[in-house]
């Protein structure tokens, strides 16, 4: 059973920055999505199990970076420029294989979620 563990939420004015970690084992492509209030669940950003490779929502590209250290079996999201749009509850997800993607679909477990606030 793979667990996810998400830190790194809180309350930032906008334009501020914020990093999440997720803590995960195991050899999967590992995406972030988030979810606004009223809103469906939507993707943000994934990166391949080697992390070569990198997918990213429009919205979020040139402001968000997805990394990860296996060695600390560790998945980073380093967020900047941040906007009270950005407001949401920020998942960690990993997938079946060890290829990004931007499905949720295609994601296997889930972490329980971390509140992001972006105050203008």
């Known amino acids: 059973q793979v667990q996810l563990v998400e830190s790194g939420g809180g309350l930032v004015q906008a334009g501020g920055s914020l990093r999440l970690s997720c803590a995960a084992s195991g050899r999967y492509g590992m995406g972030w999505f988030r979810q606004a209030p009223g809103k469906e669940r939507e993707f943000v950003a994934s990166?391949?199990?080697?992390?070569?490779?990198?997918y990213y929502a429009d919205s979020v590209k040139g402001r968000f970076t997805i990394s990860r250290d296996n060695g600390k079996n560790t998945v980073y999201l380093q967020m900047i420029s941040l906007k009270p749009e950005d407001t949401a509850v920020y998942y960690c997800a990993a997938g079946s294989t060890s290829s990004p993607t931007y499905n949720a679909a295609e994601y296997v477990h889930w972490g329980q979620g971390t509140q992001v606030t972006v105050s203008s």
């Open positions: 990166i391949s199990w080697t992390g070569a490779r990198t």
